[in-house]
């Protein structure tokens, strides 16, 4: 993997881990941490602030009190020592005992309370702090006469509990994190099931079923309705296989008929003609029925692609083939969906090119760098692209003449075909079930005009090590999965 892929994958993985367990996480700390700011500040407009005010108050007495005792009865230190003993705030008259005013950031919010009312009610300011050691006390020193200090021990802070308040504020909003990680992880665990269940049904065509015995009951409601719909999709599809054999069976009983009786007609002209036409039916009749088998029935399985061509060269012989290989191991694929996808490749270069055909399948590093939907969990083939890790790159030339550019996007739809093609046999469903095997493969169809010549058609497949939800490749394998009745590709070659 390059480095210009690494802020891609850590985007897909910030994306996945927000729209998951994380985001509810955040908002739920987001609740939790406007909680705790509302009650602290409830507690602190309804209790403290009003208590710190009433002893404001209280200090402000005290404090006109020393000041008038200072004042008054300065000629008699005696009656100053007896009230200063009898009351209860300590007055600290010797320097060497006042303390060493220094900033406190958490107490300065309640002390800066006190400096403000204690100024408010004497009109001037005054100096507060807060000593911790060695026994709490509160120190006033009122501007007008800074000789004295009054000392107020704080009996009661002792009994304040430091940890309960760490614990209010810290350990409650970690443990309130912790229990919605939990709940949300639980929560998240059944989705993660379902979501696995739909891209086992989206890459295998069949799905495990999903727990209804336990989990909440919103949760198994939808595992019950998901297993129904499952169930409901997997019977359609044996009814529509049913349906297509029936009618490749009804439809080619007459045409055999008609085959038969046309090559008993005695004129030439006419015989020809009739079995030309005959087998432009046959071909158009394979087409729709191609078309219409999408193969997600199919499981994905280690495949060898050199097998693979090498069958197709055989089966088309003795068409000129020019095969160029990079792909020299075995790749996650459909076998027979891949199969068809080439022989379909192979039929249109063959009808509307020129030989030689080149084919050539390569596997390379690869990260498709796509938008990852952070809205939605469910599978897309953004979320596979960007959990691919290699790319299988299947390429199909003729040396024809090639494709109007204006034609070369619409080729790829159902029913069209372009202006060359117009007088040849075929119904225009070639390209088109191309590209629905493409998109089986969460694959991607390009076809542009070589520069040496021909239309070129390459199929680019991610190779998947990882899909939203599964653990491996083998985690893949199906535990009931319906064996395809499809032995043979789909698309006839021409006749040698």
């Known amino acids: 993997m390059t480095p210009s892929n690494l802020p891609t ?66 000629a008699r230190p005696e009656v100053r020592q007896w009230i200063y003993r009898h009351s209860h705030v300590v007055v600290v008259d010797n320097p060497s005992d006042f303390p060493e005013v220094a900033d406190k950031a958490f107490v300065g919010v309640f002390t800066d309370v006190l400096q403000r009312e204690i100024g408010a009610q004497l009109g001037r300011p005054v100096e507060v702090y807060f000593k911790f050691k060695p026994t709490p006390q509160l120190w006033v020193q009122d501007s007008r006469d800074d000789s004295f200090w009054i000392r107020e ?28 990680v939990l709940l949300a992880r639980q929560l998240n665990r059944p989705l993660r099931y379902l979501q696995r269940a739909a891209t086992n049904y989206i890459r295998l065509g069949h799905a495990t079923t999903l727990p209804t015995q336990k989990g909440p009951t919103e949760i198994r409601q939808v595992n019950m309705a998901f297993n129904r719909l499952f169930t409901t999709l997997s019977q359609a599809q044996k009814e529509r296989t049913i349906m297509l054999a029936g009618i490749s069976h009804d439809l080619r009983t007459p045409l055999t008929r008609m085959r038969l009786t046309a090559e008993m007609l005695p004129d030439d002209f006419f015989r020809e003609g009739l079995i030309y036409d ?15 088998k999408d193969g997600s029935d199919e499981p994905v399985s280690l495949t060898n692609l050199d097998t693979i061509f090498n069958e197709i060269m055989v089966q088309f012989a003795p068409m000129e083939f020019i095969y160029q290989s990079e792909c020299h191991k075995v790749v996650p694929v459909r076998p027979l969906s891949i199969k068809r996808l080439i022989i379909n490749l192979v039929n249109n270069a063959n009808r509307y090119g020129k030989p030689p055909i080149y084919l050539s399948a390569t596997v390379i590093p690869t990260f498709v760098e796509t938008a990852v939907d952070e809205e939605t969990d469910v ?77 070129q058609v390459c199929v680019r497949i991610p190779l998947l090590s990882k899909v939203a939800g599964d653990e491996t490749l083998a985690a893949d394998t199906p535990t009931t999965s319906e064996p395809s009745d499809e032995k043979h590709a789909t698309d006839k070659p021409p006749n040698p």
């Open 9 to 74: 994958r850590r985007k897909g993985w910030l994306a996945r881990s927000y729209s998951n367990t994380w985001l509810t996480t955040l908002m739920v700390a987001f609740i939790v941490l406007i909680s705790v700011s509302l009650s602290i500040l409830f507690f602190w407009r309804s209790l403290y602030l009003p208590e710190l005010k009433n002893h404001a108050r209280y200090l402000t007495s005290e404090l006109k009190l020393m000041n008038s005792v200072n004042k008054d009865w300065q």
């Open 153 to 180: 021990p704080v009996v009661y802070y002792s009994q304040y509990s430091p940890s309960l308040l760490v614990l209010f504020l810290i350990g409650l909003p970690i443990l309130s994190l912790l229990t919605i």
């Open 278 to 292: 005959i087998e432009d039916m046959d071909a158009i009749l394979e087409q729709f029925i191609s078309f219409m």
């Open 379 to 455: 599978v897309t083939e953004n979320v596979v692209n960007q959990e691919a890790q290699e790319q299988l790159v299947i390429c199909v030339r003729d040396c024809g003449d090639g494709v109007a550019e204006d034609q070369l996007e619409r080729i790829m739809q159902p029913f069209e075909r372009g202006e060359t093609a117009r007088t040849t046999q075929g119904s225009g469903l070639g390209l088109a079930i191309v590209s629905r095997i493409a998109g089986l493969h969460h694959g991607t169809v390009e076809a542009i005009n070589h520069p040496d010549g021909g239309l």
